[in-house]
């Protein structure tokens, strides 16, 4: 395609997708797409507000971060996406601090809408990040703001179409052939970036968790190669994938704003997990149970970084 221009690039806007790995606040950005993966929720705020935030104004505000899995046979089934991943991030530009905290995927929770207590991520499959985002406001009593979601499946043909990702394991493990050493720099392909994001109960690979922590790092790298040379000279198929895979209810004007005057956010950022244990529970099925006080500070880092 040849060498786009940079002022063209800029033309077409950015979008900011904010992930964490690590003690990184990861500025997401992408060319182009704004307008194809916008996908606004059916609200103008959250319930929990008084008042929509205003981001022209900087203030506090709250994202949900939904990995799914858009498993091909389960679509064919009707069984919806399911978000693997999911982490509400708060962000105070004034406080130079953003928190993020992570929800395990089998947690116990009231579904909103469908008046059911079940795994967390069923919630996304159900009803899409409508759905996701009411149950999430249930658990944490936080309201979220905004969402943006990434289809983890999907990262096979972005990780492809930047020539590979590179990354730093966060644990050592075998799966599908390939082997992984913690604290060990590896070049992804988009087959073993999958088998990276996708490894949970092999020997060493941590579960939930580090599985949720594989693909923040891949994210991580997938973002560190949009903003370098590669990105510009694949451009058509980097953004064929983004617009498969990326949908947010930020328009491309509220993404510009969030880059411009969220940066400060950087400068502090800490990363928690919510608590608790796992078992089986009445109804036969494996459940994560939160500890009562966790979800209790969960909530209060989360509002007092809203300054509510």
């Given at each position: 395609m040849g060498t786009v221009p940079k002022v063209l690039l800029w033309a077409f806007g950015i979008l900011v997708l904010l992930a964490v790995i690590a003690a990184i606040y990861l500025a997401f950005k992408i060319f182009a797409v704004g307008g194809s993966i916008h996908n606004p929720l059916d609200r103008n705020k959250s319930e929990l507000r008084k008042e929509k935030v205003d981001l022209n104004k900087g203030q506090p505000f709250s994202i949900?971060?939904?990995?799914?899995?858009?498993?091909?046979?389960?679509?064919?089934?009707?069984?919806?996406?399911?978000?693997d991943s999911i982490m509400v991030l708060s962000v105070n530009p004034d406080k130079k601090t953003t928190e993020i905290v992570s929800i395990p995927?089998?947690?116990?929770?009231?579904?909103?809408?469908?008046?059911?207590t079940e795994k967390i991520n069923h919630a996304y499959a159900y009803g899409g990040p409508n759905m996701a985002v009411k149950s999430l406001e249930k658990l944490l009593n936080v309201p979220i703001d905004h969402y943006a979601t990434v289809d983890m499946d999907g990262m096979h043909g972005m990780v492809d179409a930047l020539g590979g990702v590179?990354?730093?394991?966060?644990?050592?493990?075998?799966?599908?052939?390939?082997?992984?050493?913690?604290?060990?720099?590896?070049?992804?392909?988009?087959?073993?970036?999958?088998?990276?994001?996708?490894?949970?109960?092999?020997?060493?690979?941590?579960?939930?968790?580090?599985?949720?922590?594989?693909?923040?790092?891949?994210?991580?790298?997938?973002?560190?190669?949009?903003?370098?040379?590669?990105s510009?000279?694949?451009?058509?198929?980097?953004?064929?994938?983004?617009?498969?895979?990326?949908?947010?209810?930020?328009?491309?004007?509220?993404?510009?704003?969030?880059?411009?005057?969220?940066?400060?956010?950087?400068?502090?950022?800490?990363?928690?997990?919510?608590?608790?244990?796992?078992?089986i529970q009445d109804d036969g099925l494996y459940y994560f149970v939160p500890d009562q006080s966790s979800l209790e500070n969960m909530t209060d880092l989360l509002k007092s970084n809203l300054d509510i």
């Open positions: 949900a971060l939904f990995g799914v899995d858009s498993d091909a046979q389960r679509k064919s089934e009707g069984d919806g996406e399911r978000s995927r089998d947690t116990q929770a009231k579904i909103v809408g469908r008046g059911t590179d990354v730093v394991s966060n644990a050592t493990f075998s799966t599908d052939g390939y082997n992984f050493v913690k604290g060990e720099k590896t070049h992804l392909d988009g087959d073993k970036a999958l088998a990276f994001i996708r490894s949970r109960k092999e020997e060493g690979a941590g579960g939930d968790f580090g599985r949720q922590e594989r693909q923040q790092l891949v994210l991580k790298g997938i973002a560190n190669e949009l903003t370098g040379v590669k510009i000279t694949n451009f058509n198929g980097v953004t064929d994938e983004i617009q498969k895979n990326v949908k947010t209810d930020l328009t491309l004007g509220e993404l510009n704003t969030v880059r411009s005057k969220y940066k400060d956010a950087n400068e502090h950022v800490r990363r928690h997990q919510l608590q608790g244990s796992g078992g």
